[in-house]
């Protein structure tokens, strides 16, 4: 005895005229499927309608998470309808999905451990390089490339100009020293900034070194920080021809401004990687 898709329907009220529409497909071609022989096919078909019926749920509540980051309602449900009705990967549904999970997650960690910035760092950053891992599974860059090229590639340039207004390079740092002339900041320093605060927490369990500003009335906050602000700076230290210094940086940047602008890149990200999949599908 085959599996009986009819009788399920049926017995679970549900008719085969609305599992047809909410399928995209002609009654003529669901009723062919439930009338063939291929269980597999029954029980696929069958199993894609209840994904169907739980994206009405589940786009709810995706767009109270992404509403903030379109011009209004109707590119956030475009957006979201876009990759949710995407069936020849689900790599774009799980992108938004650990979008949403990880940078809620960062969120609440406000709760548990207040102005703790350095674990909302790094879940973000967990977040980035999740989603790079989704597209190449057996990418061989660093996290360090990795979140280098993001910023780089899908932060927007008005964003990033504004990171570097409100993340400097101290008066106090050494730097600022007469002889220097590499004072002021890139997007790059800052991301290296950022993956230093990553590895802090990941590889030595430190979590309390590093501050946003919390109130924007407040003066900016003083940052010091060891990192390497370049490749060849790192490798001079690697060779042990140049001592790990310590940095001092103004941070006047929000958890809330640094929270917008790297799920923007996010969005960015997941619009290209959708597209790239359906330029390689054609």
Same mark, same amino acid.
């Given at each position: 005895?085959?599996?009986?898709?009819?009788?399920?329907?049926?017995?679970?009220?549900?008719?085969?005229?609305?599992?047809?529409?909410?399928?995209?497909?002609?009654?003529?071609?669901?009723?062919?499927?439930?009338?063939?022989?291929?269980?597999?096919?029954?029980?696929n078909?069958?199993?894609?309608?209840?994904?169907?019926?739980?994206?009405?749920?589940?786009?709810?509540?995706?767009?109270k998470?992404?509403?903030d980051?379109f011009?209004?309602?109707e590119?956030?449900?475009?957006?979201l309808?876009?990759?949710?009705?995407?069936?020849?990967?689900n790599?774009?549904?799980?992108?938004i999905n650990?979008?949403?999970?990880?940078?809620?997650?960062?969120?609440?960690?406000?709760?548990?451990?207040?102005h703790?910035?350095?674990?909302?760092?790094?879940?973000?950053?967990?977040?980035?390089?999740?989603?790079?891992?989704?597209?190449?599974?057996?990418?061989?860059?660093?996290?360090?490339?990795?979140?280098?090229?993001?910023?780089?590639d899908?932060?927007?340039?008005?964003?990033?100009?504004?990171?570097?207004?409100?993340?400097?390079?101290s008066?106090?740092? =050494?730097?600022? +020293?007469?002889?220097?002339e #590499? /004072? !002021? @900041?890139n997007?790059?320093?800052f991301? %290296? *900034?950022?993956?230093?605060?990553?590895?802090?927490?990941?590889?030595?369990?430190i979590?309390?070194d590093?501050?946003?500003?919390?109130?924007?009335?407040?003066?900016?906050?003083?940052?010091?920080?060891?990192?390497?602000?370049?490749?060849?700076?790192?490798?001079?230290?690697?060779?042990?021809? =140049?001592p790990? +210094?310590?940095?001092?940086? #103004? /941070? !006047? @940047?929000?958890?809330?401004?640094?929270? %917008? *602008?790297?799920?923007?890149?996010?969005?960015?990200?997941?619009?290209?990687?959708?597209?790239?999949?359906?330029?390689?599908?054609?």
């Open positions: 005895m085959g599996y009986n898709l009819e009788k399920m329907l049926a017995d679970a009220n549900i008719t085969q005229r609305s599992m047809a529409r909410r399928l995209g497909m002609p009654i003529s071609q669901l009723r062919e499927i439930i009338a063939s022989d291929n269980d597999d096919l029954k029980i078909t069958y199993w894609r309608y209840l994904g169907k019926i739980n994206d009405i749920h589940l786009i709810k509540e995706l767009k998470f992404f509403r980051y011009n209004n309602e590119e956030a449900t475009l957006f309808n876009g990759i949710l009705n995407y069936e020849d990967s790599i774009p549904r799980r992108m650990y979008i949403k999970r990880l940078l809620s997650l960062a969120d609440d960690i406000e709760k548990i451990r207040p703790k910035d350095s674990l909302k760092i790094f879940f973000i950053l967990v977040c980035i390089e999740s989603l790079y891992t989704l597209e190449f599974p057996n990418n061989e860059e660093s996290k360090l490339q990795i979140v280098i090229r993001f910023f780089n899908y932060v927007e340039q008005v964003d990033k100009e504004f990171i570097l207004q409100n993340v400097t390079r008066f106090a740092d =050494k730097k600022c +020293e007469k002889g220097y #590499d /004072i !002021k @900041l997007i790059e320093i991301v %290296r *900034i950022l993956v230093e605060i990553r590895n802090k927490f990941a590889h030595e369990g979590y309390w590093f501050n946003f500003l919390h109130d924007m009335h407040s003066v900016c906050l003083m940052n010091f920080i060891e990192v390497e602000e370049s490749k060849e700076e790192f490798q001079l230290i690697r060779k042990r021809k =140049k790990r +210094e310590e940095r001092i940086y #103004d /941070i !006047k @940047l929000t958890y809330k401004d640094f929270r %917008r *602008i790297c799920t923007k890149g996010m969005i960015n990200y997941v619009n290209s990687y959708l597209s790239r999949l359906s330029n390689n599908n054609k």
